[in-house]
């Protein structure tokens, strides 16, 4: 396989709507992270978690592995209120149908619709920032 | 071994009659045929080996330029030939934080792992 881009610009471009529409739902703040993970997935992926750094505990994480075969979703402690491992798990199922057919962004962006779906939850003055 | 005998024999016993008997209709000569001048072994090399020979290439490139011009695509199972990316990484996100990085564990282990 020669290097390259995992996604195309259109491809990049629909994920970031993704994450943009969920983030708009939900008030969370989600991140999608494609690349090799290392033996140890759960430890990179929290490691990865770790360096959204302010933004860490009301972000989710999507740590996608290609190469691996795997996937790993972490939730922020503040995230987690509302995306229970539950939803997260429905998330996954609904993301490794699509990547085990080779599509890879398309499985992110449902996975994140699964998510945003699960996590949204109504505004309330004194949680939530004044929109 | 039988069954590939059989195999052979049956492959072999319908063309073979074909050709055994295809003599007996080439003497004959149909009402209305106008058979113009035979074709010479070059000519016919040319209309029955290098046109459709020709044609199969002309439809296997204008295929295969289709798949050449895309970007290569995941298929599990392969090794990863790309670059890391981090979509809404570090400092993209335009989600305000909430909780600032000293307070509480910024993850309480949540979240799902899968394999596919």
């Known amino acids: ?131 | 071994m039988r069954k590939a005998i059989r195999v052979v024999a049956v492959t072999a016993s319908v063309p073979l009659v074909a050709v055994l008997s295809s003599p007996a209709f080439a003497g004959q000569r149909d009402d209305g045929d106008n058979p113009g001048p035979g074709l010479t072994v070059p000519e016919t090399l040319l209309w029955f080996v290098v046109v459709p020979g020709a044609t199969i290439a002309l439809i296997w490139l204008v295929v295969l330029a289709a798949s050449w011009a895309r970007a290569p695509r995941y298929r599990p199972g392969l090794s990863w030939w790309a670059d890391p990316v981090w979509i809404n990484g570090p400092a993209s996100s335009d989600v305000p934080a909430l909780v600032s990085a000293d307070d509480a564990p910024q993850t309480t282990g949540g979240g799902a792992r899968a394999r596919w």
């Not at chain 1, 969920?22 to 990865?48: I, K, M, N, P, Q």
């Not at chain 1, 750094?53 to 402690?77: H, K, M, N, W, Y």
């Open chain 1, 1 to 131: 396989m020669p290097a390259g881009e995992a996604f195309s610009d259109r491809q990049r471009e629909d994920i970031a709507r993704a994450v943009r529409i969920a983030e708009g739902d939900t008030g969370l703040a989600f991140s999608v992270y494609v690349g090799t993970l290392g033996d140890d997935t759960r430890a990179r992926a929290l490691e990865l978690h770790a360096q959204l750094a302010e933004t860490a505990a009301r972000s989710t994480l999507i740590a996608v592995d290609p190469g691996g075969r795997q996937l790993e979703i972490v939730t922020g402690a503040e995230a987690r209120r509302w995306l229970d491992d539950y939803a997260c798990g429905l998330g996954a199922i609904s993301m490794t149908t699509q990547f085990t057919a080779g599509d890879l962004a398309g499985g992110i962006i449902n996975g994140l619709r699964t998510l945003a779906e699960h996590a949204r939850h109504p505004k309330t003055l004194h949680n939530d920032e004044p929109a």
